[in-house]
Each structure stands twice: as C-alpha cells, then as structure tokens.
C-alpha cells in the first residue's frame, strides 16, 4: 500500500486549553502565536552544525511560554568535525534529534505541552519519546519526500497514542520560511 501524508490543514487550535486559564482567543491570534513558535524553532534549526539537515524544536507549555528548544546534533562533548558530520553513517548513528534535546533540556516535564518542530514532523523515534515525555500536541510543517516513511509512521504513532498533530502546508508552510 503506498504511504500517503495526512490531511495538510492547520485547524483552529486553543493553546489555553486549562480550565483555570483565560477563554479561548479567535482563529486569526492563535494562528500568529503557531507561526511564532515555528519561526523560533526554526532559527533555533540555524544552531545545528549538520550540513544536510537542519532541525529545531520548540517547547511550550499551555501558557505560551518556552519550556525547551533542542536542535539536531551530536551529545554534549562529541567532538562535531565537519569531515565526521560529512560520513553520514557515522553522523546518523550519533546524532541527537532535535525533538529528543527539547525534551531532555527541558527542566521540568514537558506533559500536556506543545512541540513545534522545524522543517519536519518527528521521525518515528522521537514519535515514542514524545509521547512517553506526554506531550498533548505536535504542530509541525508537511516534510520532503525523503523523509516521508519515517514521518508517516511518526505521525500514526502519535496520533495511535492521543496526541494531536497539526501539519502546515501550502500557504501555511509560506508564511513561516
């Protein structure tokens, strides 16, 4: 059966989902508040040093403020020599995605938190770990054809598990790059 991505709408999203919190703000503000966090994890990607592929990642809790932002890159103290990243055998063994540094930079839990995650969705690994760490919702941009497998079964795992993706594409996608 060939592999297909998901429906590409973002649906109107209520950060504020606490019932202590404020009521729900109108489609238009939330809009703007997404593309804000995927912008930052997107300048947060900028900080990876792998030549290929740059990834970031954005944590927020259910107030709009940061938790953890994580990028793609080797453990702390691991040498990253550019002919090291350039060995893609090496580096993919190695690497620390940048899902997984948001989640163990955070200081606290990051449960019933948001992930925006710059230029993909999470890969089926981080899928798992996302999950586990009891992130609620996931808001990431549609990904490029290679990494499409990986995303897929990513995305099923989340949303097998309750959690809540949210893909941008199209004019979305246009908006944040």
């Not at 079964?153 to 097998?160: A, T």
Request: proline residues 10%; charged residues 20%; negative net charge.
């Amino acid at each position: 059966m060939p592999l297909h991505w998901p429906d590409l709408t973002l649906p109107p999203i209520n950060l504020w989902n606490a019932p202590h919190q404020e009521p729900p703000m109108h489609e238009p503000t939330t809009h703007r508040w997404h593309l804000r966090f995927l912008q930052l994890a997107q300048h947060v990607a900028a900080w990876s040093k792998d030549p290929s592929t740059q990834v970031g990642a954005c944590i927020v809790r259910p107030n709009r403020t940061v938790l953890s932002l994580g990028y793609n890159g080797l453990p702390r103290g691991v040498a990253d020599r550019p002919e090291l990243l350039a060995d893609r055998d090496y580096k993919y063994a190695r690497t620390v995605h940048a899902e997984m540094n948001a989640i163990l930079s955070a200081p606290e839990r990051p449960a019933g938190c948001t992930l925006y995650v710059w230029p993909m969705p999470p890969c089926s690994s981080c899928a798992a770990s996302i999950i586990q760490a009891g992130i609620t919702r996931v808001v990431a941009t549609a990904p490029e054809e290679r990494w499409l497998h990986s995303c897929t079964i990513g995305d099923e795992l989340l949303r097998e598990a309750g959690v809540s993706t949210h893909w941008l594409a199209g004019d979305y996608a246009q908006e944040v790059s």
